[in-house]
């Protein structure tokens, strides 16, 4: 996940416009406020201003001018209160888009294909969507509640100055603006360089960290661990030199800021001091001066953080909008319909595939499964075996011919339904970090919970789980690892029963299993395939000799098809393979048998 395709801030404001439109109401009221907490804070200096013209009378007067300080107050509060109150209205804006636009990066992620998933780096995705999420609703605020807000004031202001005192004023006020977001601009641009180079290696620490931690067990079994803190070092050690060189810079950027505001502020007090002596400005209008250039200096610093803090948001945005412009190489084609399963017959129609056009995988595979019989498929390493489930759940389009199920195109059809019409039990069973009950009842969300538990029941688990402590509530840990290897396959078996499909897969479903929990499993598979038709992706060739027809598939081409004893009788790769697996089994049970001795 290392694309940096840039995108502009001009057009990343352009695709979150209309989830901010559809709150315009609450916007509009939301900037009302603002402009009122504004001109309140216009206001205070010129009370005050008023307030010391009149204390600075001779003779001193003999009251003190109560209203003035009533309005200073007033206005004083008035700034906060308006402020606050436009947080509230605009705060469901900001969460309710962030919301938003995560849940359809998310939704987008889910829906690219499995090339896709095989490439990515989870902890790298995660981070880039964290960080999307967050800059999400800051761009918003940002932009809309802080650099629009600070431009109205310097324009409030700059008109002031320009009504009530001489041009040299107005004009020092303009050269300090000026310098001032020249400076801003040109030292963060430079800076965006860090930022992001600090955004690729928390990225990438990020990803060693999850991809470490999740192969917890490997590290240890080959000690590891010394390994582990390197690779993950190393990373850290890239973030932490453009940290540095961020923060470097930082200091650089508010020392220049920082300057150029007290050589203003300077000019702007010279300019007032010379009119009080000459008599043309009073006391109040040195204050206010004062005051004005203090009180724009306050939103300018600001602006110039806003200014930072809004590019390194677009530049997050960007990555996430990045995972957005992932194409989608598999999407349901217009006018799709429901798929409508009447027996659940399967046919490939010579079908051809390849990952790589340069290395073809599947070659005029064509086969049929009729409604409620068993085919198996078997053969080496790399022939293809897999790729078949892949294929029929469309998790990639074939590149020739097609696969039908009732006689109907499965590109004509929408996904939801296809993947509803068909279950597997896969070899290494994934479980969620949730509990048994959870995982079983994924495979039918909206279920009951007796439905759950009748499930679990024919799966043969029931009574493992009512053992436990918690029951139904026992937590399966990562990925499943607190269950053997046969309670996970039964999880799925239980998970798979509840989602009740006319359509079953097995891919390689007890290999992974010693050979007494494969005997029991194995049973329970031909249970639940009962009346069910069913494809049988096998490594052991004991476990489909009962099957319908059996495929063996050698280089993407299927090379011999039938039943077990019709393949045995042929002498060819089905009985060669038969032949090897039985030696093997045999050398086993006398190995067993020489250490029992």
């Not at 600075?56 to 700034?79: C, E, F, H, N, Q």
């Not at 888009?97 to 095989?118: D, N, Q």
């Not at 390493?381 to 195109?409: E, P, W």
Request: net charge neutral; hydrophobic share 45%.
């Amino acid at each position: 996940m290392s694309d940096t395709r840039s995108t502009s801030a001009f057009s990343i404001i352009r695709r979150l416009w209309p989830e901010v439109w559809r709150y315009r109401v609450r916007v509009g009221i939301a900037l009302l406020f603002l402009v009122a907490a504004k001109l309140a804070n216009i206001g205070v200096p010129l009370v005050m201003k008023s307030l010391i013209d009149r204390l600075d009378l001779t003779p001193k007067p003999l009251l003190i001018p109560l209203m003035l300080l009533v309005v200073y107050g007033a206005l004083r509060l008035s700034t906060s209160l308006f402020q606050e109150l436009r947080q509230i209205v605009f705060a469901r804006v900001l969460a309710r888009t962030s919301r938003t636009i995560t849940l359809r990066v998310f939704e987008h992620l889910h829906a690219l294909s499995l090339r896709f998933h095989l490439d990515r780096r989870t902890g790298g995705v995660a981070r880039d969507v964290e960080r999307g999420m967050t800059a999400t609703s800051d761009l918003l605020d940002w932009t809309i509640y802080t650099i629009l807000p600070t431009l109205l004031e310097i324009a409030l202001v700059c008109g002031i100055l320009i009504a009530r005192f001489d041009w040299t004023f107005t004009a020092i006020t303009l050269a300090t603006l000026a310098a001032y977001i020249a400076f801003t601009f040109s030292i963060t641009e430079w800076r965006m360089r860090y930022y992001r180079a600090a955004n690729a290696a928390d990225t990438e620490a990020n990803e060693r960290a999850v991809d470490s931690l999740l192969n917890y067990e490997t590290v240890k079994y080959f000690g590891n661990e010394r390994h582990e803190f390197g690779r993950y070092d190393a990373s850290l050690v890239k973030l932490e030199d453009s940290t540095v060189k961020s923060l470097k810079t930082l200091a650089v950027l508010n020392i220049g800021q920082a300057g150029i505001v007290a050589i203003g502020l300077t000019l702007l007090l010279w300019r007032a001091s010379a009119g009080v002596i000459a008599g043309t400005m009073t006391l109040g209008d040195f204050v206010l001066v004062n005051a004005f250039l203090v009180q724009l200096s306050i939103p300018l610093n600001y602006l110039g953080m806003v200014y930072r803090q809004v590019k390194q948001a677009l530049i997050n945005i960007e990555r996430m909008f990045v995972l957005l412009g992932e194409q989608r190489e598999v999407e349901d084609q217009p006018g799709a319909t429901p798929l409508p399963v009447h027996g659940g017959e399967v046919h490939f129609e010579h079908v051809d595939f390849h990952y790589d056009p340069a290395r073809p995988i599947l070659r005029g595979i064509d086969f049929r499964i009729p409604a409620g019989h068993t085919v198996a498929v078997v053969g080496t390493t790399g022939a293809g075996k897999s790729t078949l489930a892949r294929l029929l759940f469309r998790f990639y389009d074939v590149n020739g011919g097609r696969i039908t199920i009732d006689g109907q195109d499965i590109r004509d059809v929408t996904q939801a339904s296809l993947r509803a019409a068909i279950g597997i039990v896969p070899q290494d069973t994934v479980l969620f970090n949730d509990t048994i009950y959870y995982n079983i009842a994924y495979g039918r969300p909206d279920a009951s919970r007796e439905e759950v538990i009748a499930a679990a029941k024919a799966a043969h688990i029931h009574a493992f789980i009512e053992s436990l402590p918690q029951g139904y509530e026992t937590g399966v840990g990562e990925r499943g690892l607190k269950l053997s290897g046969g309670e996970k396959q039964r999880v799925a078996i239980a998970r798979t029963l509840l989602k009740n499909p006319a359509i079953l897969v097995f891919d390689e479903a007890t290999s992974a299993l010693d050979t007494r929990t494969e005997k029991i499993i194995q049973a329970e598979l031909a249970e639940i395939a009962r009346g069910r038709s069913t494809l049988v992706i096998a490594h052991r060739l004991s476990t489909i000799v009962d099957a319908d027809q059996i495929l063996v598939l050698e280089r993407g081409h299927v090379v011999e098809r039938g039943t077990h004893e019709e393949l045995l009788a042929e002498r060819g790769h089905y009985a060669h393979l038969w032949a090897l697996q039985q030696r093997e089994r045999a050398t086993a049970t006398e190995s067993v048998v020489a250490v029992q001795a």
